[in-house]
């Protein structure tokens, strides 16, 4: 079955450093990657999605993710972060071992430091 | 409103009572979910409905659990008989179906937070 793994459950960067947040997931089979973001006291909403195409993916924000179909990884990245990236950032697979449901990662919070 | 609306916001409830949670997703979705995230963790699928009928409940963790959409429009989450572990978020979200389309992004409503003593 199908697994989404983001090793780093928090991440401190400083204001208008770049950013990388890692997601693997387990399954090769044909997959749609997303990125969700939750911003504090608010829901999900989608940050970006790989569906087919092009590898690299350009998101809201100013955010990025590149799907590495050897590596099963889909990373997010940001060249400058600023205060209000403050969230928790989720990412999330579909394909057909899991019902074609989306399989969550346990989610990475960015820290912003001033 | 435009967004996808659950209530309540909090419940806290003793175990071995009964629970419902309200989901009323954006206009027009025809599909609606519902997630529980428990401290520390992803979003973890339980029902998912596609008008009125339940297209896949293999997430429901048991028979305790059950949800309806009687009118394909608004969604209630049933819990009887809670228990302490059933405390988590749970999150309820809607989406455009295009009839095989499994690209459509999810709309996620704020969630409610239920806390079983």
């Known amino acids: 079955a199908q697994s989404v793994t983001q090793l780093d459950s928090q991440v401190p960067v400083f204001e208008e450093a770049p950013v990388e947040l890692r997601c693997n997931y387990s399954?090769?089979?044909?997959?749609?990657l997303f990125w969700y973001v939750q911003y504090p006291n608010q829901g999900l909403q989608l940050l970006l999605k790989?569906?087919?195409?092009s590898t690299l993916v350009k998101g809201i924000n100013g955010f990025e993710a590149e799907f590495n179909k050897s590596q099963t990884s889909f990373h997010l990245r940001k060249p400058s972060v600023h205060i209000s990236d403050t969230a928790e950032y989720f990412c999330?697979?579909?394909?057909?071992?899991?019902?074609?449901?989306?399989?969550w990662g346990a989610g990475t919070k960015l820290i912003i430091k001033p | 409103g435009a967004g996808v609306s659950q209530t309540p916001s909090n419940k806290v409830t003793e175990k071995g009572k009964y629970v419902e949670l309200r989901c009323d997703p954006i206009?027009?979705?025809?599909?609606l979910y519902w997630y529980r995230q428990s401290l520390g963790q992803g979003p973890e699928f339980l029902i998912y409905f596609q008008g009125t009928g339940a297209a896949d409940d293999s997430g429901l963790p048991n028979d305790r659990f059950f949800a309806v959409r009687p009118e394909g429009s608004v969604s209630t989450l049933k819990i009887q008989r809670t228990e302490r572990g059933d405390s988590a978020v749970y999150l309820c979200?809607?989406?455009?179906?295009?009839?095989?389309?499994?690209?459509?992004?999810?709309?996620f409503g704020e969630g409610s937070r239920l806390t079983v003593l």
């Open positions: 979200a809607s989406s455009l179906w295009t009839g095989g389309d499994l690209t459509g992004e999810l709309f």
């Open positions: 206009s027009g979705h025809t599909a």
């Open positions: 399954s090769s089979v044909s997959v749609y």
């Open positions: 790989y569906l087919s195409g």
């Open positions: 999330a697979v579909r394909d057909m071992d899991s019902n074609y449901q989306l399989i």
